[in-house]
């Protein structure tokens, strides 16, 4: 049913840089094979659109070849059989060709979504278990969502030490107010994920905890950051992040400050 249309409508995704099945298995392994066989099906079309008129052509060319030969030649009787007959055998044996080899095109199709199905129920039991961890996770939510914004409004301008020692007081505040949280709570996964702290680096920005952590602040307070960033690394990182959304630079002593405000 795959059509002109549907691959027109793909032709965005398949020019977009991460759509591969590499990054697919980085992000979710379960579909990158989906991935894969959205460019199959598109590759597939663009060849039988090609096939499709070359097989219609010889097919419409052997029954055209029998029927001039049965206009042009009288019907006689060759070997005890009438040239209308051996026509007629001709047409179905054609005939009986193209049911071959739409049983066998039948046969691929059952024998790759067979395949597909037995892929897919290795992972009921995964996605059972995956099923009762996200009802724990919800259980979990309103602890862990507390931490979460405790860090994004009291923790800016500590460093990495005193952080931790800020957390675990407040996990044991929780405790004594029976709040629900995660045991192995982690901050970093709780508030970003790999593909982001990956661009995050490859802008500048240090790939040690308390970097990622004042990257996250960054981006997801509320309000505005002042970075003490005698190394710089705050300013190079922010500069390369915000380059495509024309970021201007300004400061106090600067002529045009009042214009750029």
């Not at 659109?49 to 010889?58: C, Y």
């Amino acid at each position: 049913t795959i059509n002109e249309e549907t691959v027109e409508l793909l032709s965005p995704y398949f020019e977009m840089v991460d759509y591969n099945i590499e990054t697919a298995k980085r992000v979710c392994g379960n579909v990158a094979g989906l991935c894969s066989w959205t460019k199959a099906m598109a590759v597939f079309f663009s060849i039988n659109k090609e096939v499709l008129p070359l097989k219609v052509s010889l097919l419409n060319s052997g029954r055209h070849t029998s029927t001039l030969c049965s206009l042009s030649s009288p019907p006689v009787c060759t070997g005890g059989f009438h040239l209308l007959e051996i026509s007629a055998a001709l047409f179905q044996l054609v005939h009986a060709s193209t049911l071959l080899e739409d049983a066998e095109r039948c046969r691929h199709k059952m024998q790759t979504a067979s395949s597909l199905i037995s892929g897919l129920a290795g992972e009921k039991e995964r996605w059972t278990e995956q099923s009762k961890e996200f009802a724990v996770q919800t259980k979990r939510l309103v602890g862990d969502v507390l931490l979460a914004t405790a860090f994004l409004s009291y923790s800016g301008p500590f460093n990495q030490e005193f952080r931790s020692l800020l957390l675990n007081d407040w996990q044991k505040e929780m405790k004594s107010r029976k709040i629900p949280f995660g045991n192995n709570f982690n901050l970093i996964e709780m508030l970003t994920d790999a593909p982001t702290i990956n661009e995050w680096n490859l802008q500048g920005l240090p790939n040690d905890d308390l970097s990622i952590q004042n990257g996250i602040i960054v981006t997801k307070a509320s309000r505005y950051p002042l970075l003490i960033d005698p190394q710089a690394q705050g300013k190079i990182w922010i500069k390369n992040k915000e380059c495509r959304n024309e970021l201007q630079i300004t400061s106090l002593n600067h002529k045009y400050f009042r214009n750029h405000l």
